[in-house]
């Protein structure tokens, strides 16, 4: 298994700025993902954190509005950037080993709301 | 087309009712299955994964069905502590996991 420690648990932020979010997981691991969870939606995929190369975007996503960090293999950022209220959503990240019977964990989510 | 689809809900049962939820997905390459249980303002924590041979967790119980690219999750002798979203998920080796809009149920007293 593995412990991930995600924070901020919730900000409440003014429109056109930034926040960062952090994980940080209890031990190395190849692939973590950033997911939003909009109000009374389930799980998208916003990118997979590489470690040592650019964050791989899904759909929709852009690396300007998203920006990752993944220095190394037990942490990674999330920024987002210039919000407005629409990105007020719960941001979590998860890790998986690319295993693909083993299961995922999640960070506790951050709650973002936009004003 | 969404590639993991499921029945929103709600579902409303009573105490001690039996509740299935139906799950299908487009992408036939994706290999493992699971169902996720996420309660209100808290993140998603694996209910169970789901074999081809079906498997069964004290009330609960996973059904596979590859042929028709369909998965089930089926509780019996609901508990009040059930009330929660069940998210069906379909994974690719390598990839992320690829959730369904959940649907939610709540077993009440």
């Known amino acids: 298994s593995a412990v991930i420690s995600q924070k901020p648990s919730r900000d409440i932020c003014q429109r056109g700025t930034s926040l960062t979010i952090q994980c940080q997981v209890d031990?190395?691991?190849?692939?973590m993902f950033w997911y939003r969870q909009q109000p009374g939606q389930s799980l998208t995929l916003i990118a997979t954190a590489n470690q040592g190369s650019e964050a791989t975007y899904e759909s929709g996503f852009v690396i300007d509005k998203f920006p990752i960090s993944r220095p190394n293999l037990t942490f990674s950022t999330l920024t987002v950037s210039n919000m407005s209220p629409e990105d007020s959503s719960i941001y979590l990240c998860s890790v998986a080993p690319p295993r693909a019977e083993t299961e995922a964990f999640f960070g506790q989510g951050t709650r973002l709301t936009v004003v | 087309r969404k590639e993991v689809e499921q029945d929103p809900g709600p579902f409303n049962v009573p105490e001690g009712a039996t509740v299935a939820f139906n799950c299908t997905y487009s992408?036939?390459?994706?290999?493992?299955f699971f169902w996720y249980r996420q309660d209100c303002r808290k993140e998603p924590k694996l209910l169970m994964s789901?074999?081809?041979s079906g498997n069964e967790d004290g009330r609960f119980t996973a059904q596979l069905n590859r042929a028709s690219q369909y998965i089930s999750l089926l509780i019996r002798d609901s508990k009040l502590s059930d009330s929660a979203t069940y998210l069906c998920v379909v994974k690719r080796s390598g990839y992320a996991l690829n959730f369904g809009k959940g649907t939610s149920l709540l077993v009440t007293p």
């Open positions: 992408n036939s390459a994706s290999q493992s």
């Open positions: 789901v074999y081809s």
């Open positions: 031990s190395q691991v190849t692939m």
